[in-house]
């Protein structure tokens, strides 16, 4: 059974930062491109931020510069270090995992909510 299990979300105030964490289970992590993602109310899911074993890391506008993306595969760990957060930062982060072989595999987290307010 696949599980992406999300961490470290929470309420923090702007210009501070978290970092979240994402742990894989039943896929062969290294194998995959993972990603984060963010979902606002009235909103379409946004890319933040994609790590990728074959095209490497992509941001989105609004996070370069302030986040980083960084997988450990020997822990089966997606990690966002958000720095200098934002109150348009809010919303529910959600790891996501997803590989073409042959036939097309993806898979996603739970979600963790960040609240950047004062």
């Known amino acids: 059974q696949v599980q992406l299990v999300e961490s470290g979300g929470g309420t923090v105030q702007p210009g501070t930062s978290l970092r979240l964490s994402c742990v894989a289970s039943?896929?062969?992590?290294?194998?995959?491109?993972v990603a984060w993602y963010r979902h606002t109310p009235g909103k379409a899911f946004e890319l933040v931020a994609l790590?990728?074993?074959?095209?490497?890391?992509t941001y989105s506008d609004s996070a370069k510069g302030r986040f980083t993306i960084a997988r450990d595969n020997a822990k089966n760990t997606l990690y966002l270090q958000m720095n200098t957060l934002r109150p348009d930062d809010t919303g529910v982060y959600f790891c996501?995992?997803?590989?073409?072989?042959?036939?097309?595999?993806?898979?996603w987290g739970q979600g963790t909510q960040v609240t950047v307010s004062s």
């Open positions: 996501h995992a997803s590989m073409d072989l042959v036939s097309h595999y993806e898979y």
């Open positions: 039943g896929i062969t992590f290294s194998a995959y491109g």
């Open positions: 790590n990728d074993p074959l095209t490497g890391i």
